[in-house]
């Protein structure tokens, strides 16, 4: 059965707040460390899905946004910002309109930068190992190939830049409930 879940992580950026119950993820303060991870893996084949709902400030760039092999329950260092992690072998990550990973790069034909205050952008990894992207529902197609198939992917998001706050509007094959009450402000 197919269910709504999609809390973020206790472990995130300094200048993350989580609200409404861990579904919401705000950055506070300056224009970085603000690396968000989903609290779940994301099933292989499931769809890892944010909205854009706020952004401005005067910075440039936006969100930065993918998948990691790194579970976050490990107490994994998060990084001031994506850029950190583009020579990283355990991450993919999808920043302006290149997908960075291992220290390689694959152009894709939109650009998160134009990503607009109520739209989403989503991934998935199918069951070939294909990472595939999609704004609005909409596929954007290929991404990456080769993703490992028989790992478990959490989902990122940096909210960088013009970027101020997400919503996670991700499915899960089962029913998950977020571990923090529904109303309350998490700090990390």
């Known amino acids: 059965m197919s269910g709504k879940c999609g809390c973020f992580h206790s472990n995130h950026g300094h200048n993350i707040r989580l609200k409404e119950g861990g579904t919401e993820a705000h950055r506070v303060e300056s224009y970085n460390k603000a690396v968000v991870f989903t609290e779940q893996p994301i099933p292989?084949?499931?769809?890892?899905?944010?909205?854009?709902?706020?952004?401005?400030?005067?910075?440039?760039?936006?969100?930065?946004f993918g998948f990691t092999l790194l579970s976050p329950d490990n107490n994994i260092p998060v990084p001031s910002g994506a850029l950190?992690?583009?020579?990283?072998?355990?991450?993919?990550?999808?920043?302006?309109?290149?997908?960075?990973?291992?220290?390689?790069?694959?152009?894709?034909?939109?650009?998160?930068?134009?990503?607009?205050?109520?739209?989403?952008?989503?991934?998935?990894?199918?069951k070939e190992g294909e990472l595939r992207y999609y704004i609005d529902g909409q596929d954007q197609g290929l991404g990456w190939s080769g993703v490992p198939t028989d790992k478990p992917l959490w989902g990122f998001a940096?909210?960088?830049?013009?970027?101020?706050?997400?919503?996670s509007e991700f499915l899960c094959d089962e029913v998950m409930s977020c571990s923090e009450d529904s109303d309350a402000e998490v700090t990390g």
């Open 158 to 167: 940096d909210i960088y830049g013009l970027a101020r706050k997400i919503k």
């Open 44 to 64: 292989h084949g499931g769809m890892f899905t944010i909205k854009l709902l706020d952004k401005g400030g005067g910075w440039a760039g936006s969100i930065r």
């Open 84 to 126: 950190d992690l583009y020579r990283s072998s355990d991450y993919w990550i999808l920043s302006a309109s290149t997908v960075h990973h291992n220290g390689q790069e694959n152009k894709v034909d939109f650009n998160l930068e134009s990503l607009r205050v109520g739209q989403t952008v989503s991934c998935s990894v199918n």
